[in-house]
């Protein structure tokens, strides 16, 4: 479809290409010539225009990081590609050439005008992340299923679609079907839809569309609470209490356990299970209640020590802005002093003392931060020793409770072991009442192999209880670990920061007093 001629080479997006498109768009003149001598940065650029040039493939795009508006039309393009880079693209023109499937836009979330028009698509898909759809251009192609339109209920903000030219739009109810399933349209193929049009089509179309919406609500229904089942989890797992709020660990415990599921089906042991698992599952609860409970007391130490900080930077800033002020007001009157000062040595003598002014300001700043850095020292460090204590006290009554259920898993296997050497004389003395399966009853051969299959099965568990118990500690002495050593690299990098602010400042007051002098000397 693409309107080229054959004849003509493709042609690669390479930098050369990309330089010269830059140049004939930017500032002509004086600005032009400047900025063709100085170079213009990629990165700079917010509209890029890439027509007619035979370009077969998006490529090297990727320097373009603010551009907002980009023009490939009327090429060969076959494939949208290369624009992962391009996050803050409004404008996107990709018609006339010859690109098959939508792809390749997930990262455009602030696109809010797509020309896709006389290409070769049939679907229209991939678009989800472009949640500021307003203009959609999607004529002279191959759209033909009227559920490409139901597709286009998602884009809240869609006014203008243009689906012209394609098999769809030869559909005899096709306007009607639009204009009932896209209420929010404003313009369809290029023409503003008359609203009583809109109520025409909304009431011809009820019934399919109360249907529609029915649906649309029960899946709007299900991914709230998905999503809000999944903010709890990870709720959890930053408590790292996940999955303890039930019986998921004692589920595990037996999801491998062969032996274990079989010795399930000999008498008494079905009860036996059974009040294990009730008392397995109410500690599970302790320690998930518990983990919630030292969660909150972790975020309330943590977000006082947040303020404490945010408090103390501030007052600090606020001094050194009362002591640049002064500093600025007292400069002006200097200023004007050195340049009404007749005198050369009056005006030596008032520079020196505005350069002695300068130290001093920079004396008062750089103690400032001294103060603030060892104020903030004490802090974090005070922070370190209560984050520490509640994870340690944490970890301790975690270790108590898991403890807790490797004595009830002892204490089932105990009683199971019991049940089997029972049910094994039995067996062998032919006094077995009920009927137990092959697999079941070839484990009671022997005294060692049923001691064999109940102590596998021990093994499982009690693995698993301290696999979950493993993990949870390790975790929970990462994340401390990883927060006391961020707020350290976080007051290091904020002290750099502020001590070369400092710095430039006083610089720069001093290269002004350097020009003063400079300037004495010359007049």
């Not at 917010?46 to 023009?71: A, V």
């Not at 809240?156 to 929010?184: H, T």
């Not at 999944?230 to 709720?235: R, S, T």
Request: with cysteine; hydrophobic share 40%.
């Amino acid at each position: 479809m693409n309107r080229l001629g054959s004849s003509l080479e493709p042609r690669v997006m390479d930098d050369d290409m990309l330089k010269l498109a830059v140049q004939e768009q930017g500032p002509q003149e004086e600005a032009g010539q400047l900025a063709k001598q100085e170079g213009i940065l990629f990165k700079d650029v917010l509209s890029l225009q890439l027509d007619f040039q035979n370009i077969l493939r998006i490529d090297n795009l990727w320097q373009f990081e603010n551009l907002r508006k980009l023009q490939l039309d009327n090429n060969i393009i076959e494939r949208i590609e290369g624009l992962e880079n391009l996050t803050h693209l409004v404008w996107l023109d990709l018609s006339f050439n010859n690109i098959e499937a939508i792809e390749g836009l997930d990262a455009l979330v602030n696109l809010e005008d797509l020309s896709l028009f006389n290409n070769r698509i049939s679907k229209i898909d991939s678009l989800d992340a472009l949640a500021k759809l307003q203009v959609l251009s999607l004529g002279n192609n191959q759209i033909s299923n009227a559920m490409n339109i139901i597709y286009l209920r998602r884009f809240k903000d869609l006014r203008a679609l243009s689906l012209s030219g394609n098999p769809i739009a030869e559909a005899e109810d096709y306007k009607m079907s639009v204009w009932a399933y896209l209420p929010d349209l404003v313009y369809l193929d290029s023409r503003r839809i008359d609203d009583h049009m809109k109520e025409l089509a909304a009431l011809k179309h009820q019934y399919s569309l109360d249907e529609l919406k029915h649906r649309e609500n029960q899946l709007q229904a299900q991914l709230e609470n998905e999503q809000d089942l999944q903010k709890e989890l990870e709720e959890h797992r930053a408590a790292f209490v996940e999955h303890l709020n039930g019986s998921f660990l004692f589920d595990s415990m037996y999801a491998e356990d062969v032996e274990g599921n079989k010795l399930a089906c000999l008498p008494s042991v079905a009860e036996l299970l059974e009040a294990y698992k009730d008392k397995f599952v109410i500690i599970c609860l302790n320690i998930f209640e518990y983990g919630l409970k030292q969660q909150e007391k972790r975020k309330v130490e943590l977000d006082t020590f947040s303020a404490c900080v945010h408090e103390a930077v501030r007052e600090n800033q606020e001094q050194g802005k009362h002591r640049v002020a002064m500093f600025e007001e007292k400069y002006l009157v200097s200023l004007s002093a050195i340049q009404d000062e007749a005198d050369i040595t009056g005006t030596e003598t008032k520079i020196v003392e505005y350069g002695e002014d300068i130290t001093e300001l920079y004396n008062v700043l750089m103690t400032l931060e001294m103060q603030l850095v060892e104020q903030l020292e004490e802090t974090i460090n005070m922070f370190e020793r209560n984050i520490i204590d509640l994870v340690g006290l944490f970890i301790e009554n975690v270790q108590s409770l898991m403890a807790q259920c490797r004595d009830l898993e002892t204490h089932h296997h105990e009683k199971l072991l019991e049940i089997c050497i029972n049910t094994l004389e039995k067996v062998l003395k032919g006094e077995l009442d009920a009927d137990l399966p092959e697999d079941v009853r070839a484990l009671f051969v022997d005294k060692d192999t049923i001691v064999n299959a109940v102590g596998t099965s021990h093994d499982i568990h009690l693995l698993k209880i301290d696999n979950r118990e493993d993990e949870l500690l390790t975790r929970v002495n990462s994340w401390c670990t990883q927060l006391v050593d961020k707020i350290h690299k976080d007051e290091i990098s904020r002290n750099r920061k502020r001590v070369r602010e400092i710095n430039q400042y006083i610089d720069h007051m001093q290269s002004e007093l350097d020009n003063l002098e400079y300037t004495d000397v010359i007049d």
